[in-house]
């Protein structure tokens, strides 16, 4: 049932508000969540099915996207209710459905088939029914398990070749593994082939990142480095093979990892390819640290004040700390994308390395360090093991990067991951912000220890005078 936007243009009429003065970008994004999850979002559903003909009989929300900056995207699973004609003149035919809708704050190409834009309580929203993704063209082309077997099957293969689909298999499965909307989205397709099972995962993206995206995966794929092999199929669609190993998340879940050296992920790093430095630079996570304490105090608005001091004083932090040189870097370095081998000693697989290329290796580790300090917030029981893993690879951290940049880092991360962890607010995001505020103070007194750097060991002749010889203090770099 496809959206229809001219009917659906004067349903929803603009409704006039207040202005006073252009709000703060945390108010603005304060409003957008409780406008697209409060009472309004019903009546945004109730006009869009009612320009179809069918009636909103209920609705709830899925989940929140909060991108700070960029927008706000809410999904809603929603049911509805139609009558048609029937077979004979006089006859109804009652229908009801279930389906997964779409609405975003973010800015949407005008004009893209499958979505409409209407106006709500003075904000335009962008609305689509899944998986008509508005910037994913290629999302609706692979979100039937036919389809997507189709894509991953490799173009002008024999039948029945190896590896080619079997005539007598079960019916092809397909999952969708994740989807951050107007961003990417991952599925996972499994056929029975003529060799067995072959698992194979599309992920899709906007159209004109995907040559960069194959380009990084060939880097990194000619320098031994273990990430999956990659085809562009086309409308942002790229085919990935199966990477084999345990989830670092799920083995610290289970023993805090505690048979993986931190040593052998710095070691990997190390492994990474010059050619990643000739790829545009991206920002690091703590470089968008005062962006992020106005996410965050979207959803926590009553420590809206000290979020607004946190995300300054990260910044100074951050700022007047040493990165160390640019290197070659993965970008989103977290526990969900490394995957380790049957003993847990080795990184058997590398994911998600869309945002490899130049950087520091300080924000490397401090994303990891960051995403492992979350943990424990999100899941207490879970990841009860974290804690003294978080302080043997912290440990392992300050010996190849400054220790204050790190600390400074760590604490811009955990800030980015306010908001996403915790949408809906409460004990979760409040957690999350002392975390924060633990990692900047960990920083400070690391920099005021050691302010112009460390004092020389004196000498033997020195000692005798006044005494032992003092150890430097930790912190050596401005």
């Known amino acids: 049932m496809p959206l229809n936007a001219p009917v659906l243009a004067p349903v929803l009429a603009p409704v006039p508000a207040p202005v006073l003065a252009p709000a703060p970008s945390a108010d603005l994004e304060r409003s957008d969540l409780a406008l697209l999850t409060g009472a309004a979002a019903g009546d945004l559903l109730a006009a869009v099915l009612a320009a179809e003909g069918v009636r909103l009989t209920g609705w709830a929300v899925h989940q929140v996207h909060h991108r700070p900056g960029v927008g706000v995207t809410v999904g809603w699973t929603v049911s509805w209710e139609g009558a048609g004609p029937g077979p004979g003149p006089a006859a109804t035919v009652r229908s009801r459905g279930d389906e997964y809708l779409l609405g975003t704050t973010a800015a949407v190409p005008a004009g893209t088939p499958g979505s409409t834009t209407a106006t ?38 024999a039948t029945p070749a190896p590896g080619a689909p079997a005539p007598d ?33 599309l992920k899709v993206v906007r159209p004109r990142t995907a040559p960069d995206l194959v380009r990084r995966h060939a880097l990194l794929l000619d320098a031994g480095l273990p990430v999956a092999p990659v085809r562009d199929a086309g409308d942002g669609v790229l085919v990935l093979g199966e990477l084999r190993g345990t989830r670092l998340t799920d083995a610290l879940a289970v023993d805090g990892a505690a048979d993986l050296d931190p040593q052998a992920v710095v070691e990997l790093l190390d492994r990474f390819p010059d050619g ?18 106005e996410a965050a105090a979207a ?20 700022g007047r700390s040493d990165p160390g040189p640019v290197v070659p870097t993965h970008g989103d370095l977290h526990d969900a994308n490394l995957l380790l081998g049957p003993t847990g000693h080795a990184v058997v697989g590398l994911l998600d390395v869309d945002s490899a290329g130049p950087g520091h290796r300080v924000d490397d580790l401090a994303c990891l360090l960051g995403h492992l300090a979350v943990l424990p917030v999100l899941a207490p029981e879970v990841h009860r093991h974290v804690p003294p893993t978080l302080a043997r690879w912290l440990a392992a951290a300050d010996a190849t990067v400054d220790p204050v940049a790190l600390r400074a880092r760590v604490a811009g991360v955990v800030l980015s991951l306010v908001a996403g962890a915790a949408p809906e607010g409460g004990g979760r995001a409040r957690d999350a912000v002392a975390l924060v505020e633990e990692w900047v103070q960990a920083a400070t007194d690391l920099r005021e220890l050691s302010p112009s750097g460390p004092r020389r060991l004196m000498t033997s002749a020195e000692a005798g005078d006044v005494g032992p010889a003092t150890a430097p203090e930790r912190g050596g770099h401005p």
Not at 123 to 147: E, F, M
Not at 170 to 179: A, D, M, N, Q, R
Not at 300 to 315: N, Q, W
């Open 120 to 157: 709500l309580d003075g904000r335009p929203v962008t609305v689509w029914r899944h998986p008509a993704d508005p910037v994913l063209p290629g999302l609706a082309r692979v979100s039937d398990a036919a389809s997507a077997v189709a894509v991953v099957t490799p173009p002008g293969a």
């Open 169 to 201: 298999a079960p019916p092809p499965t397909l999952e969708l593994v994740t989807y951050r909307p107007l961003r990417r989205a991952v599925l996972r397709t499994t056929t029975g082939t003529t060799t067995g099972t072959t698992t194979a995962y």
């Open 276 to 293: 990643l430095l000739e790829l545009p630079r991206r920002r690091a996570w703590a470089d968008h640290a005062q962006r992020y304490a």
């Open 299 to 318: 959803v926590v608005p009553d420590r809206a004040h000290e979020l607004g001091l946190l995300g300054r004083e990260v910044a100074s932090l951050v």
